[in-house]
């Protein structure tokens, strides 16, 4: 394993690998997020398109210079990630865009991007002793921890706000986590959580509070680089709500560049509801850290009052010379029907987001003729069934006598 540095992101205060460290002391839990980087010069030559092209893994685990584990600790009987990115022409056209790649993420164990972080996390969690990992989720962070868990032998344990959608609760339930389900909105639960696992010293999953969450996430920047022959597309479209995704898919990229894999960086655009626009605010009014809002969405996994990684999203945006679009639900139930009806891919409310941001994004006329666009598909459908049926607007099924002259009767009007 090659050594890595951990640092604050905001004062820059470097903290030891040999122990597990969550926020910056000195800045706190929003501000004081940890990054991990690495000596890029070492990792140069033994991570290179070559190597990759010999490197039979089909998993996460092809790029573990660049991750903070060692060889013999990766995960064997789940795959994780190389998940599929197809090219989809139709769209393409009728946008008027010259590419458009679809990542499908909803290919992982839990049916979410989640399991890239919860992999490297939990196997960080079993490098330092843990037995008991614990996290609080709105629902995919919840069920990946869970299964990996299962797979990996250790407890689980969730706080999950009450809305979370019957989908993921009963995944929860499949794979064994204890629930502890909060009579409140996913940040009261956060924040209930957080005081409990401190005082039973279970080790803190969370999202953007535990540092290696990302290094699992940014693997998804890694397989497009690599899946697209190392061409980057123009621009990224990704499904936001605490900030922790986005800001992997940057690290992966700026990962990537500085060991010489991609020649330069594309543009991100933060896709939000417009009920749960934090980041977006934040963005478009040039502040660096992300105000709290009254998040209201069915996009379940995007629904955050305060981002828990805004600043690293927000940074992201900026660096990237990228952008935020906020769009309203009635659309992301509209992406959700157009993906599926037209690619065969059905993902939750919140990944369709990057689709119903793309479309506005060519509605406001923001598209050019000659870009490569990639909308990232965080999770599946099956997660929220309920949430599909209230975007159906056409009528898709007859009831029949079981009588041949009936069913010719009803199918000429159907």
Same mark, same amino acid.
């Given at each position: 394993? %090659?050594?890595?540095?951990?640092?604050?992101?905001?004062?820059?205060?470097?903290?030891?690998?040999?122990?597990?460290?969550?926020?910056?002391?000195?800045?706190?839990?929003?501000?004081?997020?940890?990054?991990?980087?690495?000596?890029?010069?070492?990792?140069?030559?033994?991570?290179?398109?070559? +190597?990759?092209?010999?490197?039979?893994?089909?998993?996460?685990?092809?790029?573990?210079?660049?991750?903070?584990?060692?060889?013999?600790?990766?995960?064997?009987?789940?795959?994780?990630?190389?998940?599929?990115?197809?090219?989809?022409?139709?769209?393409?056209?009728?946008?008027?865009?010259?590419?458009?790649?679809?990542?499908?993420?909803?290919?992982?164990?839990?049916?979410?991007?989640?399991?890239?972080?919860?992999?490297?996390?939990?196997?960080?969690?079993?490098?330092?002793?843990?037995?008991?990992?614990?996290?609080?989720?709105?629902?995919?962070?919840?069920?990946?921890?869970?299964?990996?868990?299962?797979?990996?032998?250790?407890?689980?344990? %969730?706080?999950?706000?009450?809305? %979370?959608?019957?989908?993921?609760?009963?995944?929860?339930?499949?794979?064994?986590?204890?629930?502890?389900?909060?009579?409140?909105?996913?940040?009261?639960?956060?924040? &209930?959580?957080?005081?409990?696992?401190?005082?039973?010293?279970?080790?803190?999953?969370?999202? #953007? %509070?535990?540092?290696?969450?990302?290094?699992?996430?940014?693997?998804?920047?890694?397989?497009?680089?690599?899946?697209?022959?190392?061409?980057?597309?123009?621009?990224?479209?990704?499904?936001?709500?605490?900030?922790?995704?986005?800001?992997?898919?940057?690290?992966?990229?700026?990962?990537?560049?500085?060991?010489?894999?991609?020649?330069?960086?594309?543009?991100?655009?933060?896709?939000?509801?417009?009920?749960?626009?934090?980041?977006?605010?934040?963005?478009?009014?040039?502040?660096?850290?992300? &105000?709290?809002?009254?998040?209201?969405?069915?996009?379940?996994?995007?629904?955050?009052?305060?981002?828990?990684?805004?600043?690293?999203?927000?940074?992201?945006?900026?660096?990237?010379?990228?952008? #935020?679009?906020?769009?309203?639900?009635?659309?992301?139930? +509209?992406? +959700?029907?157009?993906?599926?009806?037209?690619?065969?891919?059905?993902?939750?409310?919140?990944?369709?987001?990057?689709?119903?941001?793309?479309?506005?994004?060519?509605?406001?006329?923001? &598209?050019?003729?000659?870009?490569?666009?990639?909308?990232?598909?965080?999770?599946?459908?099956?997660?929220?069934?309920?949430? #599909?049926?209230?975007? &159906?607007?056409?009528?898709?099924?007859?009831?029949?006598?079981?009588?041949?002259?009936?069913?010719?009767?009803?199918?000429?009007?159907?």
């Amino acid at each position: 394993m %090659i050594k890595h540095i951990i640092t604050c992101v905001n004062c820059g205060k470097e903290f030891t690998s040999e122990q597990m460290h969550y926020t910056c002391d000195k800045c706190g839990d929003i501000a004081g997020t940890l990054e991990i980087t690495y000596n890029y010069d070492q990792i140069k030559p033994v991570l290179t398109q070559a +190597q990759l092209e010999q490197n039979r893994l089909q998993n996460i685990f092809r790029y573990l210079p660049l991750l903070p584990i060692g060889k013999e600790n990766v995960i064997t009987g789940l795959r994780i990630g190389m998940t599929p990115l197809s090219e989809n022409i139709t769209l393409a056209q009728e946008y008027n865009v010259a590419n458009l790649y679809l990542k499908d993420d909803s290919f992982n164990p839990s049916l979410t991007l989640k399991d890239r972080a919860s992999a490297i996390s939990l196997i960080k969690a079993r490098e330092f002793g843990y037995r008991t990992v614990a996290t609080a989720s709105t629902g995919n962070a919840a069920a990946s921890m869970a299964c990996l868990g299962a797979h990996m032998g250790l407890q689980t344990v %969730i706080f999950v706000p009450e809305s %979370i959608p019957p989908a993921k609760r009963l995944q929860l339930q499949v794979y064994g986590a204890k629930i502890v389900i909060v009579k409140a909105n996913y940040d009261a639960a956060f924040d &209930l959580f957080r005081q409990v696992s401190q005082e039973k010293n279970w080790y803190n999953r969370s999202t #953007a %509070i535990n540092p290696y969450n990302i290094e699992g996430k940014k693997t998804v920047a890694f397989e497009i680089c690599e899946q697209l022959d190392f061409k980057v597309p123009d621009l990224i479209f990704v499904p936001v709500g605490d900030g922790s995704i986005i800001s992997g898919v940057w690290k992966g990229l700026k990962d990537f560049y500085r060991i010489g894999l991609i020649d330069h960086l594309p543009r991100l655009v933060a896709c939000q509801s417009e009920g749960s626009a934090a980041i977006a605010n934040a963005f478009k009014t040039g502040q660096d850290q992300p &105000l709290p809002v009254k998040a209201g969405t069915l996009a379940d996994s995007i629904s955050v009052d305060l981002p828990r990684d805004g600043v690293k999203a927000v940074r992201a945006l900026r660096e990237s010379q990228g952008d #935020a679009v906020t769009v309203n639900d009635p659309s992301i139930l +509209q992406a +959700q029907q157009i993906l599926a009806r037209q690619t065969g891919i059905f993902c939750e409310p919140s990944a369709a987001a990057a689709f119903a941001g793309f479309q506005k994004y060519h509605t406001e006329g923001k &598209l050019r003729a000659a870009d490569r666009i990639l909308l990232l598909l965080t999770g599946s459908g099956m997660k929220d069934l309920a949430s #599909a049926e209230k975007g &159906l607007t056409q009528k898709t099924e007859i009831i029949v006598d079981p009588v041949h002259d009936d069913v010719h009767k009803k199918l000429e009007h159907f």
